[in-house]
C-alpha cells in the first residue's frame, strides 16, 4: 500500500461522509470522495422544491436509535428537533393507527378491552397448529391471527416486496407486531429527532474539510483502485464485479408527487396496507418539518417494485438464492485486499440511518488501527446490530 496516496471512498451519504471525516481527522489521511449523483446526501438528500417545503427526496428518513455514540456524535453536526412519528393504516376498514396497539385492536373488533383482555384475546387469534413458522406468512398467523394478518400485513407486504409472503423468510417479521397498549409511536427507541435544515447540510458539514475532495457527477471504475492507497466501496457489491454470477435481488422505490393547499393527508406518513391501492403509502412533507410554516404542500406517492438496470436499489431480498450470490461476491471480495466494502449495498444488508452511522464510525476506527499495525484491513464494515 502506497500510504502517501489519498484514501477512494465511493459514496457520499452517510457511510461515506463519516468514514471521511474520520479518517482524515484522527488518521491525518486525504480523502477522495466520489458519488455518481450530483448531490451528496444519498438517499438521505433533502431539499426544497417550489412549495418551499423541505422535502425528502428519495422518501422519509426519520432518525431514531437507541445508539447514544451516534447521538453525541450526529449532536456536533446538526441541530435536532424531538420528532414522533405516527404512522396511520387505510384499508377497506377504515383508518386506524400502526403498528397495531390497543386503540387499533379496540377499534377494529368494536370492543373496549384492557391491555390484559386485548392480550388475551389476541392470543386466542393466532394460528396454534404453526409450531415453527417457515416463511413470514405462518410467522404473522401463529402470532396475530388471520383477520388482523389480512387486513394489515398480507397487501401491504405484496406490494412492498412483490412476492407472495410464504416466499419470504419468517425472519423479516421478526417480532409480534402488536402492542398492547396505547403507544402509536411508530418506534420504540429512545431517541427519536429530525435535523432542523435537513440531512443534506449535515452531510456537506461533514465533508466540508481541507483534506476533502468531493467529485460529484463521477462513476466509478474498478480499475481506477490501484492510484489510491485504499478503497471503501459503498455501492451494490454485486456491481463491483460486473455482476459476474448475476445480480443480487433489490426492491426499488418510486414516487407520484402532487402538490396541494394547506394540510392535505393530515399526517406525516399512512400506510395502504390493501392492495386495492397500487402505492404503499403516502408521505406529507411538510409534516417532517412542523417547526416550520407553509401555505403549500407537497405529497409522495410511494410505490415499490423489482430494480432494474438505472434504478436505484433501496431494500435488499436476502432470499435463498440470494444470500448464496452474495457469498460468491464475499469471497472474491476477500481476495482483494485493498477494498473495504461498507453500508447497505456494499455489504447487502438492510440497515437503518443510525447503524450506517454506527458502523461508519466503527469501521474507521478499526480500519486505522489495522492501517497503523501493518495488519489485515477489515474486508467488510463491522456490523453494528440494534
Known amino acids: 500500500m502506497n500510504s502517501q496516496a489519498p484514501i477512494l471512498i465511493v459514496g457520499a451519504g452517510f457511510t461515506g461522509a463519516v468514514l471521511a471525516r474520520e479518517l482524515v481527522e484522527k488518521g491525518g489521511l486525504s480523502c477522495v470522495v466520489i458519488d455518481s449523483r450530483d448531490h451528496v446526501a444519498g438517499n438521505c438528500h433533502t431539499a426544497r422544491g417550489d412549495t418551499g417545503v423541505l422535502e425528502h427526496v428519495y422518501g422519509p428518513h426519520i432518525f431514531n436509535t437507541n445508539f447514544t455514540d451516534v447521538v453525541s456524535y450526529l449532536s456536533h453536526w446538526s441541530e435536532w428537533v424531538p420528532h414522533v412519528n405516527r404512522v396511520k393504516a387505510v384499508n377497506h376498514r377504515g383508518v386506524f393507527s400502526l403498528p397495531i396497539n390497543l386503540h387499533t385492536i379496540n377499534q377494529f373488533f368494536g370492543k373496549t378491552f384492557s391491555p390484559a383482555e386485548a392480550q388475551a384475546f389476541v392470543a386466542t387469534l393466532g394460528d396454534r397448529t404453526i409450531g415453527e413458522p417457515a416463511n413470514f406468512e405462518e410467522q404473522a398467523l401463529k402470532f396475530v391471527g388471520r383477520e388482523l394478518y389480512e387486513t394489515f400485513l398480507r397487501g401491504y407486504t405484496i406490494k412492498q416486496w412483490g412476492t407472495d409472503p410464504r416466499e419470504l423468510p419468517a425472519s423479516i417479521l421478526r417480532r409480534l407486531p402488536v402492542r398492547f397498549d396505547y403507544?402509536?409511536?411508530?418506534?420504540?427507541?429512545?431517541?427519536?429527532?429530525?435535523?432542523?435544515?435537513?440531512?443534506?447540510?449535515?452531510?456537506?458539514?461533514?465533508?466540508?474539510?481541507p483534506n476533502i475532495s468531493v467529485k460529484l457527477g463521477t462513476e466509478f471504475e474498478p480499475p481506477a483502485s490501484s492510484e489510491f492507497a485504499h478503497v471503501f466501496y459503498?455501492?451494490?457489491?454485486?456491481a463491483y464485479f460486473g455482476h459476474r454470477f448475476g445480480r443480487l435481488g433489490y426492491r426499488t422505490i418510486f414516487f407520484e408527487k402532487y402538490e396541494g393547499e394547506g394540510n392535505v393527508l393530515g399526517n406525516a406518513v399512512i400506510n395502504y396496507t390493501d392492495e386495492t391501492h397500487p402505492f404503499t403509502r403516502q408521505h406529507e412533507h411538510k409534516h417532517f418539518s412542523p417547526w416550520e410554516t407553509h401555505e403549500r404542500s407537497i405529497v409522495f406517492r410511494e410505490f415499490s417494485k423489482a430494480t432494474e438496470t438505472g434504478d436505484i436499489p433501496f431494500y435488499p431480498m436476502r432470499l435463498a438464492a440470494d444470500k448464496s450470490l452474495y457469498d460468491q461476491y464475499a469471497s472474491l471480495a476477500g481476495d482483494l485486499g485493498n477494498v473495504t466494502f461498507v453500508g447497505r449495498l456494499g455489504t447487502y444488508r438492510y440497515l437503518d440511518m443510525d447503524q450506517v452511522i454506527g458502523?461508519?464510525?466503527?469501521?474507521?476506527a478499526a480500519w486505522l488501527t489495522a492501517f497503523k499495525q501493518g495488519s489485515a484491513l477489515p474486508v467488510f464494515s463491522i456490523p453494528r446490530e440494534k
Open 183 to 209: 403507544n402509536d409511536n411508530y418506534y420504540k427507541t429512545s431517541y427519536q429527532a429530525m435535523p432542523r435544515d435537513g440531512y443534506t447540510p449535515i452531510v456537506e458539514r461533514l465533508l466540508d474539510h
Open 234 to 238: 459503498s455501492g451494490a457489491i454485486d
Open 359 to 364: 458502523e461508519a464510525l466503527d469501521t474507521s
